[in-house]
């Protein structure tokens, strides 16, 4: 009946919501790995940052639909991602002005190479040696396992709530 079809369209919107999270949780950790302890000393126009200016908040996204698809909260959808893209809009005009500031001609000629937000794989380049700070990339590891966090409680709340029906 329309049980088992709701239900698999359940379960199909929580693995892909699952995969989403993993996505946005490794991507954060990649960004992290390239920005940790840069951040506002060099511009950072590598790895991620070759594809997309501000993949960090790209990444962050990809995992915010994954939580909500993997809750199984469609109209979560209709609050989170307004208030998403509105509050990363006034953080990226900031922190655009504040690069601007400080790398001047070399973020100008950055941004008219590499998209806002939208990536562009085609011009992904890396150097072959990237000299990291390990507690700010555990720092940003961290930072980037409330994802994963996200898998394990919508989880238990699913296995808490079977226990008492």
């Not at 088992?4 to 790995?33: D, K, M, P, Y």
């Not at 950072?44 to 639909?65: E, W």
């Not at 555990?138 to 699913?158: P, T, Y």
């Amino acid at each position: 009946g329309h049980g088992w079809a709701a239900q698999r369209f359940g379960t199909a919107f929580e693995i892909g919501g699952f995969v989403l999270i993993g996505i946005g949780s490794l991507g954060r950790i990649w960004c992290g790995i390239y920005i940790a302890g840069r951040k506002n000393k060099v511009l950072c126009q590598d790895g991620p940052y070759s594809i997309c200016r501000n993949p960090l908040y790209a990444f962050s996204f990809i995992g915010t639909i994954g939580v909500i698809l993997g809750a199984q909260l469609p109209w979560a959808a209709l609050v989170a991602i307004p208030l998403f893209l509105f509050y990363y809009r006034l953080v990226i005009r900031d922190e655009e002005r504040t690069l601007l500031k400080l790398f001047g001609s070399e973020y100008g000629d950055y941004c008219s190479r590499v998209h806002r937000l939208w990536p562009r794989l085609s011009v992904y380049w890396t150097r072959d040696e990237l000299t990291i700070q390990p507690r700010k990339v555990v720092s940003a590891i961290i930072d980037a396992s409330w994802f994963l966090w996200m898998i394990i409680l919508l989880e238990s709340r699913e296995h808490i709530a079977a226990l008492f029906l």
